[in-house]
Structure formats: C-alpha cells, structure tokens
C-alpha cells in the first residue's frame, strides 16, 4: 500500500474537528498556567499527537478483529481493573490508577470502550442467529454489571453510572422491550435507599450538598459556586484569552481537568461556549452518520452506543460545573487535561472508522 492510498483512506474531517476540539483544551491550559506550556499545555499536545497515531492506526485494522476478540479485550479490562484494586496508586482516597512508572494509567477509562465491544458483539451473533433477545438478557446483564461493581469499588461513582448507562443504551438500541426499563427503573427508585448506604460519606456529602447549593458557600459548595461565578462573569464574548481573574486567582477547583469548562466560559464567554458545542455537534453528528451507514450490525451498534456514552460524558462535565448534578469528577471529552480519558476516546472513534472504512464487509463471514 503506497502512501497516497494511506492518506485517502485517513478521513481528515473527522481528524480537522478533534484538532480543533483539543486546539481549545490546549490553548485553556497555556492560559490556566498564566501564559505558560508548562506544565500541562506542552504534555497536553503530545498526548494529543499520540492519540491522533493511535486513531488512525486503529482505524487500519480490520472491523473483523475488533469482533473476533472483542471478549479478549473485554476480559483484558477487567483484568486491569482488578489490578488497579489491589495494586493501583491511591490518589485523594480512590484507588483509580496503575503507575507504569513513566506514566499514570486509568484502566476505567478502557472498560468504557471494551465492554461496549463486548456487547456489540453479543448482540450481533444474537441477531445472525436469530435468537430472541427477551430470553437472552440475563448474559449481557451480568457482562455490564460485573465491571461496573469493580468500578464502583474504586471508588469511582461517576465512571460506573457512565458504564452502566451506556451498556444500557447498547441493550435498548439492541431491542429489548420497553417494558423491561420501565420495570427496571421502578426497581432502581425502589432500591435507592440500599444503595445509599454502599456510598462513601464524601460521595453522600457530594450529593447532600448538590439538593442544597445555596448554603454553606464558603465551605463545602465554595467550588461550585466559584465555578458558576466564573461562567457568569464572562458574558457574551468572556473576558478575553488570559484575563480570566477566577482562574488565574486559583479560585476555581481543579481547572486543568474536571472544571476546564468554567475556565472556557470565563475567558471567552457565551460566545466560545457555543463554538465549542458546535465543534461537538459536528463530531457526534459526523460519527453518528459513519455509524449508520455500516452495513455490519457489530460496527453499527458500537458506533451509535460509544457516541452516546460520549455525550453522557459531555454532560455530566457540564452539568457538574453548572450545578444541575452533583460533583462528580469527569473530565472534558478531549480539553481536560489528562492521558487516559484522550487515549480511550480516541480508540473508540478509531473503532468506529475501521467499522466505515470496511463497511461492506459481512461479519457472518467470519
């Protein structure tokens, strides 16, 4: 394969809006670090470099690889999971990471994709061989919730909630009656009192403190009301690039990862708000459109589900900073700064181009 049928296949829209995309990320962590690449712009650009190799890459493997041993990667995650249990770096009370020494790694952020994958191909051989999904619901069930448990266990509330509701999405996109969610969700609102008492008191704090923003602002809601100031005070165009006082001042909690957003609001207002959702808007609508017209169920599925739980992602983040959920420590798909998050993200819509670029392929092939 010469190099100018390499670059044909490479689909450079696609790539254009995730530059641009983490371009803002980029230029939010120069400005948070008071004019500076360091420490977070400069690491931020060549963990974007790589992510875009390893999107491209990805995109070069045949979809039939990602089905074939979509369960090996699915147990390879849980593996990882386990590890991080008992041998992860501990950081603020959660055990989330494994230290590789060179650098820091999230295994949660894998499961996002992998069980997706795993699912996808479930369902897939389900509908080749024409089972009844109703009567198969159990297996996929105990595939989702298995490690959305070790998850949880980290702890890491928000990660599992995500898992759990797009492997949610994957069984309703899959067919299961309607009837099953609805019965589901009363049961879930029924259990609701059990499962506080699994949570841990800083998670419970979280979420009292959430039903009631207006009090004890300088205390336990001092980060959420800083943040709302800080969206406010940029109005329509924000105060410019590097004028943000909230976050210049240190005001605003944890600003090169889960509050990113309300440095955004601050410095370009209203105005850079809406560019960046465009920006979103295109890549979702893009990779919902590539999904589509696979003609392959597998690569269908798994594009729609991982665009979804890509969107879940979005707005958590933002509703977190804007108080209309609780804290829950999600980053910013492709501006926070971080290794994990932007490497996982960039597999999956690296998957979701190898299911277009061998879209006529027929996995029953296989």
């Known amino acids: 394969?010469?190099?100018?049928?390499?670059?044909?296949?490479?689909?450079?829209?696609?790539?254009?809006?995730?530059?641009?995309?983490?371009?803002?990320?980029?230029?939010?962590?120069?400005?948070?670090?008071?004019?500076?690449?360091?420490?977070?712009?400069?690491?931020?650009?060549?963990?974007?470099?790589?992510?875009?190799?390893?999107?491209?890459?990805?995109?070069?493997?045949?979809?039939?690889?990602?089905?074939?041993?979509?369960?090996?990667?699915?147990?390879?995650?849980?593996?990882?999971?386990?590890?991080?249990?008992?041998?992860?770096?501990?950081?603020?009370?959660?055990?989330?990471?494994?230290?590789?020494?060179?650098?820091?790694?999230?295994?949660?952020?894998?499961?996002?994709?992998?069980?997706?994958?795993?699912?996808?191909?479930?369902?897939?051989?389900?509908?080749?061989?024409?089972?009844?999904?109703?009567?198969?619901?159990f297996f996929p069930l105990l595939i989702l919730l298995i490690p959305v448990f070790f998850v949880f266990k980290q702890p890491d509330l928000g990660t599992a909630l995500i898992i759990f509701f797009s492997g949610v999405i994957v069984l309703f996109l899959s067919g299961v009656n309607i009837k099953t969610f609805v019965l589901s969700g009363i049961?879930?609102?029924?259990?609701?009192?059990?499962?506080?008492?699994?949570?841990?008191?800083?998670?419970?704090?979280?979420?009292?403190?959430?039903?009631?923003?207006?009090?004890?602002?300088?205390?336990?809601?001092?980060?959420?009301?800083?943040?709302?100031?800080?969206l406010g005070s940029g109005g329509f165009f924000g105060k410019g690039f590097l004028e943000g006082s909230q976050s210049h001042l240190n005001f605003i909690p944890e600003m090169e990862t889960d509050f990113i957003f309300s440095v955004l609001g601050e410095e370009f207002g209203f105005l850079g708000v809406m560019i960046l959702f465009f920006l979103y808007f295109l890549l979702i609508a893009w990779a919902l459109k590539v999904s589509f017209e696979s003609k392959n169920y597998f690569s269908k599925i798994f594009g729609i589900s991982f665009v979804a739980s890509f969107f879940i992602v979005i707005f958590v983040n933002i509703g977190m900073v804007t108080g209309i959920i609780p804290v829950v420590g999600v980053p910013l798909p492709f501006c926070s700064y971080g290794g994990s998050a932007i490497l996982s993200n960039f597999i999956g819509f690296g998957i979701i181009l190898s299911g277009y670029n061998y879209r006529d392929f027929k996995l029953h092939n296989i």
């Open 187 to 230: 049961g879930g609102l029924i259990s609701l009192p059990i499962l506080w008492t699994f949570l841990k008191d800083y998670q419970k704090s979280r979420i009292i403190n959430f039903l009631d923003q207006q009090s004890n602002t300088l205390g336990a809601n001092y980060h959420i009301t800083q943040s709302k100031i800080a």
């Open 1 to 137: 394969m010469d190099i100018n049928n390499i670059l044909s296949r490479i689909n450079w829209f696609f790539i254009i809006i995730l530059v641009l995309i983490s371009s803002i990320g980029i230029a939010l962590l120069y400005s948070i670090a008071g004019g500076s690449w360091e420490p977070w712009a400069s690491n931020q650009i060549i963990r974007i470099s790589i992510g875009l190799l390893v999107l491209i890459l990805v995109s070069f493997v045949h979809v039939r690889v990602w089905y074939r041993y979509a369960n090996y990667f699915y147990l390879f995650s849980i593996f990882l999971i386990l590890i991080t249990l008992f041998f992860g770096k501990e950081v603020s009370g959660a055990t989330r990471w494994i230290n590789l020494y060179f650098f820091s790694f999230q295994p949660a952020e894998l499961v996002k994709i992998f069980i997706l994958l795993a699912l996808a191909k479930y369902f897939h051989s389900i509908k080749l061989q024409s089972h009844d999904i109703k009567q198969r619901i």
